[in-house]
C-alpha cells in the first residue's frame, strides 16, 4: 500500500465522517428546520412560564417561526421574561399577544404567537405586550375547587358529586 | 551552560571514571568502575551475562545517568539530564544493538535511510545514494527494496550495521554482535568491524561474550564479572596467555572454575534424603 | 516480618506512583503532538491504521444495534400509542449514549489492543532505544502521532455508528414494521438538537478517543518485554479502557443530560 493509496483512504475516511456528521445534523436533528435566514429577538414577560425551556419552539398558527432563546426573571418586577428570535421572512403586528402553550396533551410546552390587528409591526428588539402567563395545574384545581365552593355556598347540596356538566357535551 | 571544547589532546574518546550505577538501590550493577577507551581502536568488553555490559552501553549513550562518577565522551561529560548535549553528542555515536533492532514497520532501505532524514536536510538523491553506499559497505546493496520481515537474522544484523554508520560516527558501540550467528555470519561481521575501524578512523565499542572473535578484531580487551567487576584489561594476547584462573576460565570456556558450575543449593544429600556413603 | 497493613500501605503507593507516571507520561506525549503535526505524513498513516481499519466492525455493529434498538423500542412504545415516535427513541439512544459508549469500546478492544501490542513489540525489539540513541524522541515519532490519530478517529467512527444505526433501523422500522416514514423522520427532527445531542454525542466521544488511546500507549509503553507481558497488557488496556469509558460516561451524562 503506497503512501498515496493510504492518503486517498484516509482522505476518504473523513469524507466518510464528515458526511455521517451532515447527515445527523441535517436530516436527523434539527439544524435545517429553522428555515432561511436570520431572525430577530422579542421579549415577553409572563407572570408564570411554566415548564418552558430554553429553545422550546415559538409557533403561530401551528407553524413553527422561531425559538427560546434565554428565560430570566426580573428582580423588581418578578416576571418571567422570555427572548424568542423569531424567522425574519415573518412579521407580527404590534398588539400581537403571546400565550405559553402545551403541545398534545402530555406535551413540551412552547410559545404560541397570535397576530393582532395592528398597522405596524415588531421589529426587533420589542417587547410583546399581550402575555398569557402557563396554566398551572395546581391553580386549575383550586380554582376549580373554590368555584364549587361558592356554588355550594349559595344553597345547593353539595354532596352530589361535582360531575361536568352535560350541556357542554349537549352542543 | 557551555560545555568546554573537546579535549583533542586526549587519545581516549570515552572516559569511565569511578562510575557506579543500579537500576534501584536494591542492584548495584557497576561499583566504581574506571575504564578508558582509546581513540580509533577496536576495544572489546568481554564477560558472562549479567554483568553490565549492556548498561555501561547505556550510561556511554546517556540513556541512564550514573549514581556515581561521570562518564565523558570526546572530552564532554555525558549528562543525561541535558537534552540539546545529548543530542548533539548521539550524532557522533552509532549502535548496533543485539538483534539489529530494525523498525519493522520500514523496508530495507528506509530502516538506514531513518538517522540521514531524521538528522539531516539532504536531498533525496543524496540520501539515496548514501544508503545504498552504506548498504554496500555491509555487502547488502542489492537488498534494498526489501521488507524487513523478508531478511534473515545475520542480513538484519548487517543492515542495522548500515544504519548504524549512516551518519559516519566517531563512535561505534556493537551490543554483542555475534550473538546467535552461524559461523560465516560471524567472520562476516568479525571482518566487517575491524575493516570499518580502519577505514573511517572511527573508535569501535565491541560487547560480547564471543572469545575467538573478539580476540581476532580487538586492539584492547576488557574482562568483566558479575557485579561490574573488571577482572582483567589488555592486549588480546596478553589475556590468553594469563595465568589468572578467572581469566583462563572465561577465555577458555572452562565449565568449571572461580565461577561455580552449581548454583548455590544446599547439601545434595538433604536434598535426596539419603546419607553420605550409605547404599541406595 | 511484612504484615498486612504494610503490604496493604506499599501497594497503594505502588498504584498512587503508577498514577503520577502516567500523567507524566501524558504531558510528554501532549509536549511531543506539535512535532508530531509537522510529521503529518505519520499521523496520516496511524489514522488509516487505527481509523480505517476499525471501518468494518464499526459499521457493522452501528447496523446491528439499529436493528435491534428499533425492534425492542417498538415493542416498548406501541402499548402506549407512541409507536411514531420509534425513530426520534432510537435517535437519541445512538447519538446520545450508545454511539460514543460502544464505539468506545469496540476501539478498545480492536484498535487498543494493536496499539499496545505494537508500541509492547516495538519496546521489546529495542526498536524505541534505537531510537533514542539515534536522538530521535519516540514519543514524537511513534507515540504522538498514534495519540493524535485515535482522537481524529474516534468521534468520525461513533458518529458514523450512530448515523448507519439510524438508517438500520429506519430499514426495520418503516420497511419491515410499517411505522410511518414520514413521522420517523419529522418527529425526530423536531426533538432532537444538533448542539446538545449531536454535539455533546461528539464531545463524549473525543473524550473517549483520548482515554482509550492513552491507556493503550501507555500499557504498551510500561509492558514487560516478554510474551505474557504483551498479552498481559493488551488485557489490561481492554479493562481499563472500557472501565474508565463506562465511569466517565456516567459523569458526562451527568453533566451534559440532567437538566432536561
Not at chain 2, 554483568?51 to 562518564?71: D, E, F, M
Not at chain 2, 539532504?122 to 542489492?142: F, H, T
Amino acid at each position: 500500500m503506497g503512501k498515496k493509496g493510504i492518503e486517498t483512504l484516509v482522505g476518504l475516511f473523513v469524507l466518510l465522517g464528515m458526511l455521517g456528521l451532515a447527515f445527523l445534523a441535517l436530516k436527523a436533528a434539527n439544524l435545517g428546520s429553522f428555515g432561511g435566514g436570520e431572525g430577530y429577538t422579542l421579549t415577553a414577560r409572563f407572570d408564570n412560564i411554566g415548564s418552558l425551556k430554553v429553545r422550546a419552539p415559538v409557533r403561530s398558527a401551528g407553524v413553527t417561526v422561531g425559538r427560546v432563546t434565554a428565560i430570566s426573571l426580573d428582580n423588581k418586577s418578578y416576571q418571567g421574561v422570555v427572548r424568542i428570535e423569531v424567522d425574519r421572512n415573518v412579521q407580527f403586528p404590534k398588539d400581537s399577544s403571546a400565550r405559553i402553550l402545551t403541545a398534545g396533551l402530555l406535551g413540551d410546552q412552547y410559545v404560541g404567537l397570535e397576530p393582532g390587528a395592528d398597522e405596524k409591526n415588531l421589529g426587533a428588539g420589542d417587547t410583546i405586550k399581550q402575555t398569557q402567563s402557563a396554566v398551572v395545574l395546581e391553580s386549575l384545581i383550586s380554582q376549580f375547587l373554590f368555584s364549587k365552593a361558592a356554588d355550594s355556598g349559595s344553597g345547593n347540596a353539595p354532596a352530589t358529586p361535582p360531575a361536568a356538566p352535560p350541556a357542554g357535551a349537549k352542543k | 551552560m557551555p560545555s568546554d571544547p573537546p579535549n583533542l589532546s586526549s587519545d581516549a574518546l570515552i572516559e569511565i571514571d569511578h562510575v557506579t550505577f543500579g537500576y534501584d538501590t536494591s542492584r548495584t550493577i557497576l561499583s566504581d568502575i574506571s575504564l578508558r577507551f582509546a581513540r580509533g581502536k577496536v576495544t572489546s568488553i568481554l564477560g558472562s551475562s549479567g554483568c553490565g555490559k549492556t548498561t555501561l552501553l547505556r550510561l556511554i549513550g546517556g540513556v541512564h545517568a550514573a549514581n556515581a562518577g561521570t562518564v565523558r565522551f570526546a572530552g564532554e561529560v555525558v549528562n543525561a539530564q541535558d537534552k540539546e548535549l545529548l543530542f548533539r553528542m548521539r550524532r557522533r555515536m552509532g549502535v548496533l544493538f543485539q538483534f539489529g533492532a530494525l523498525f519493522t514497520d520500514l523496508s530495507v532501505f528506509e530502516n538506514v535511510a531513518f538517522p540521514l532524514r531524521e538528522q539531516t536536510d539532504l536531498s533525496e538523491p543524496m540520501i539515496r545514494d548514501i544508503v545504498l553506499m552504506k548498504l554496500n559497505a555491509v555487502g547488502l546493496r542489492g537488498a534494498a527494496p526489501l521488507r524487513i520481515s523478508e531478511v534473515s537474522g545475520g542480513m538484519a544484523r548487517r543492515i542495522a550495521l548500515a544504519r548504524a554508520i549512516a551518519l559516519d560516527p566517531e563512535l561505534i558501540m556493537y551490543d554483542e554482535p555475534f550473538a546467535g550467528l552461524d559461523l560465516i555470519s560471524m567472520g562476516v561481521a568479525a571482518n566487517l568491524i575491524r575493516t570499518l575501524n580502519d577505514v573511517t578512523g572511527s573508535t569501535s565499542l565491541v560487547i560480547s561474550h564471543d572469545v575467538p572473535e573478539c580476540m581476532s578484531i580487538s586492539d584492547h580487551v576488557v574482562l568483566m564479572a558479575t557485579g561490574g567487576r573488571i577482572v582483567a584489561q589488555g592486549a588480546p594476547k596478553e589475556l590468553m596467555d594469563s595465568s589468572d584462573p578467572e581469566v583462563r576460565q572465561f577465555v577458555r570456556g572452562e565449565p568449571d572454575g572461580p565461577v561455580k558450575f552449581h548454583y548455590p543449593a544446599a547439601p545434595i544429600a538433604q536434598d535426596f534424603g539419603v546419607e553420605a556413603g550409605a547404599a541406595p | 516480618m511484612t504484615n498486612p497493613l504494610t503490604l496493604l500501605g506499599q501497594r497503594a503507593l505502588r498504584v498512587l506512583r503508577s498514577f503520577g507516571h502516567a500523567a507524566f507520561f501524558f504531558v510528554d506525549i501532549l509536549r511531543a503532538v506539535p512535532e508530531a503535526m509537522r510529521r503529518f505524513g505519520l499521523v496520516v498513516a496511524q489514522i488509516h491504521a487505527i481509523g480505517n481499519l476499525s471501518l468494518i466492525i464499526i459499521l457493522a455493529s452501528g447496523m446491528a444495534v439499529g436493528f435491534v434498538l428499533a425492534l425492542q423500542m417498538y415493542y416498548a412504545l406501541v402499548t402506549y400509542g407512541a409507536a411514531e415516535s420509534l425513530g426520534l427513541v432510537v435517535n437519541l439512544s445512538l447519538v446520545r449514549e450508545l454511539g460514543p459508549v460502544v464505539t468506545g469500546l469496540l476501539f478498545a478492544g480492536r484498535a487498543g489492543t494493536s496499539l499496545t501490542a505494537e508500541i509492547g513489540l516495538m519496546k521489546a525489539g529495542e526498536q524505541l532505544a534505537a531510537m533514542e540513541m539515534m536522538a530521535i524522541d519516540p514519543k514524537a515519532r511513534v507515540l504522538a502521532p498514534r495519540f493524535v490519530a485515535g482522537i481524529v478517529s474516534m468521534p468520525i467512527l461513533a458518529i458514523l455508528f450512530s448515523a448507519i444505526g439510524i438508517l438500520g433501523a429506519y430499514v426495520v422500522a418503516v420497511l419491515l414494521i410499517g411505522v410511518d416514514a414520514g413521522n420517523f423522520w419529522s418527529i425526530m427532527q423536531s426533538r432532537v438538537d444538533v448542539w446538545r445531542d449531536v454535539g455533546n454525542g461528539i464531545v463524549k466521544s473525543a473524550v473517549f478517543g483520548v482515554i482509550c488511546t492513552f491507556v493503550a500507549l501507555y500499557q504498551g509503553h510500561e509492558t514487560e518485554a516478554t510474551p505474557e507481558g504483551v498479552a498481559y497488557a493488551t488485557t489490561r488496556t481492554v479493562v481499563m479502557s472500557s472501565l474508565s469509558i463506562l465511569a466517565v460516561d456516567f459523569i458526562l451524562t451527568a453533566l451534559m443530560f440532567s437538566t432536561p
